[in-house]
């Protein structure tokens, strides 16, 4: 191939020459002239119009053939995926160490394989013997799931290419893979980004379900480039607190269905056993009603979740300097709740420590709790109970009025099932429910004068 002579184009009327010269012979303007490299030089090796295989393409107006969920055998599992695994998905899973990612996986991966589809587990952090082991220990030692302990991305795929695909496959996880073709240690962004890649064309040719497991950072953020959430189609969080027994499996990233889904699970010595009513793990005993203690009908997606508010005023001595500390609300919200109260109804919290807690570990992002929030708070400080079997919720605005919320009928419709008798809240039709006596509260002021009128 012959080499292509240089040129140079005018950048003030586009006329172009064969040498350099300071001066452009069509237009006369001085110090134009830049050289350009000819067309042929960058599309020989650049040029992507061509020498590619068609694409086919899908009418969207023209009935076709829709994909069909696996069941995971799971019922919670399935609430936070949007209703089952669905073929040629990837799913990332990420969860602090020891929460039970694992865990949860190899139950759902024995399920599927008790129905008769194909699943492979390719753990690249333990042996074969050690996912035996642990599946010994759940009980689940007679389901036909293929084990394997691998890190190499070519030999897994090469291996998966010799067989069936299978309906299900697990990659326990991802940071541990590596691909030859890359430099690198494993878990570096290139590793991870690479590996990733090739695992989630794997699946999307072949119908496969993939899931993989990701690292967390100590910030709870997966471990890992960015770019890895933008690749999967659908990125959950397994979250918890190690002392207490529940988990959430919480969908931050879905392209298949709602992402407020959560499914609970609790901690077993046979693995994870699946909630049905979440309320009851939030809730404490309420034989005997106490000061500073108030019930908020939290929404995750379409499932209300009944949780306790606890809240405790300590009085100090004059001149010492009080402390607030909260447990899985946000503390701006409780400076500027305890703001609200002070300014618009006369409570004085400046002398005294304030102790906010959410049991059972559970964490609370909901405006509406504004109302049981502040509802725990004047009763603590009043040292006077709540009306029994009573439920609470609203948002306070800084003038103090108490603000419609979403979902209010479901909430205290869900409230009267596990059989609380009022609920209080915003002066909403929508919001009351013919189930229970409600009583709506306009001002964050009526709220006082009923909790101090209490006997």
Request: hydrophobic share 45%; aromatic share 6%; glycine share 12%.
């Amino acid at each position: 191939m012959a080499k292509p002579k240089k040129r140079y184009v005018c950048q003030a009327c586009g006329g172009v020459s064969h040498r350099w010269q300071g001066q452009c012979a069509d237009c006369a303007e001085w110090n134009t002239l830049v050289e350009d490299a000819p067309a042929t030089v960058f599309s020989l090796k650049h040029d992507l119009s061509s020498g590619g295989r068609a694409v086919e393409f899908v009418d969207l107006d023209k009935p076709g053939e829709m994909p069909v969920r696996q069941k995971t055998g799971l019922a919670e599992f399935d609430r936070a995926l949007g209703g089952g695994l669905v073929p040629g998905s990837a799913i990332l899973m990420g969860g602090d160490p020891g929460i039970g990612k694992s865990t949860l996986l190899l139950q759902a991966a024995a399920k599927v394989a008790r129905e008769g589809h194909g699943v492979v587990y390719v753990s690249g952090e333990e042996a074969a013997g050690q996912v035996r082991m642990r599946a010994a220990r759940l009980g689940l030692s007679d389901a036909p799931v293929k084990l394997a302990a691998a890190t190499g991305v070519r030999d897994i795929l090469t291996t998966l290419g010799t067989m069936e695909p299978p309906k299900f496959l697990v990659i326990d996880s991802i940071q541990t893979m590596h691909s030859d073709t890359i430099e690198g240690a494993p878990g570096t962004v290139s590793q991870v980004r690479g590996c990733a890649f090739e695992l989630i064309r794997y699946a999307k040719e072949n119908g496969v379900a993939l899931v993989l497991v990701g690292h967390v950072t100590k910030d709870g953020n997966i471990a890992g480039p960015r770019v890895l959430e933008h690749m999967v189609d659908v990125v959950m969080s397994f979250e918890g607190e190690r002392s207490h027994q529940y988990r959430i499996l919480r969908a931050l990233k879905n392209r298949f269905g709602a992402v407020d889904e959560i499914g609970v699970f609790a901690m077993a010595g046979e693995g994870l056993e699946e909630v049905e009513n979440p309320s009851m793990l939030f809730l404490s005993g309420r034989d005997q009603q106490m000061a500073g203690s108030a019930v908020f009908p939290a929404m995750e997606g379409t499932r209300p979740v009944l949780v306790e508010i606890q809240a405790l005023i300590v009085r100090l001595q004059s001149g010492a300097t009080p402390r607030r500390a909260v447990v899985g609300w946000d503390s701006g919200r409780l400076a500027m709740l305890l703001a609200v109260l002070e300014s618009r109804c006369g409570l004085n919290f400046s002398s005294a420590e304030v102790y906010l807690n959410v049991a059972g570990g559970y964490r609370l992002s909901d405006p509406a709790a504004d109302l049981a929030v502040a509802a725990a708070l004047v009763s603590a400080l009043a040292d006077k109970p709540l009306p029994d079997r009573s439920v609470w919720l609203g948002e306070v605005s800084l003038s103090g009025e108490v603000r419609p919320v979403a979902h209010g009928g479901i909430r205290m419709r869900e409230a009267a099932k596990l059989g609380f008798k009022a609920g209080f809240g915003p002066a909403d039709e929508k919001t009351a429910s013919s189930d229970l006596d409600y009583k709506g509260l306009g001002q964050l002021a009526n709220l006082v004068d009923r909790v101090m009128a209490t006997q």
